[in-house]
């Protein structure tokens, strides 16, 4: 069993930055694949980044390649993802995902995350 909680969010300007942080806790957080997600009202939830156990090898979505980036501290139990040159359209609720294995084969596709957090609110302003 893993619980995650993100934290990090908030509201910021065109062009400004976040970190979001989301804690894991459970055994098989360091074997895990680690993805984030996000919901924009209206719209299906989208995957933006994932990353494998080892923090090496990573994963992203076409409108964030280049301004976001995934990381993880595995001591820390924690998975980040600094957002950077946000946008206006960047503006929704993300979610912290783990599997319970370690490949991030087709990591876009929810159906294949085990465990969830809650969410946490950004919202871009132009």
């Known amino acids: 069993q893993v619980q995650l909680v993100e934290s990090g969010g908030g509201s910021v300007q065109d062009g400004g930055s976040l970190r979001l942080s989301c804690e894991a806790s459970?055994?098989?957080?360091?074997?895990?694949?680690m993805a984030w997600f996000r919901q924009a009202p209206g719209k299906e939830r989208e995957g933006v980044a994932a990353?494998?156990?080892?923090?090496?090898?990573?994963s992203y979505a076409d409108s964030v390649r280049g301004r976001f980036t995934i990381s993880r501290d595995n001591a820390k139990n924690t998975v980040y993802l600094q957002m950077n040159s946000l946008k206006f359209e960047d503006t929704a609720v993300y979610y912290c995902?783990?599997?319970?294995?370690?490949?991030?084969?087709?990591?876009?596709?929810?159906?294949?995350?085990?465990?969830w957090g809650q969410g946490t609110q950004v919202t871009v302003s132009s």
């Open positions: 995902a783990a599997r319970s294995r370690a490949d991030c084969r087709w990591w876009s596709r929810t159906s294949l995350y085990d465990y």
């Open positions: 459970g055994p098989t957080y360091s074997s895990s694949c």
């Open positions: 990353i494998e156990p080892g923090g090496y090898r990573t």
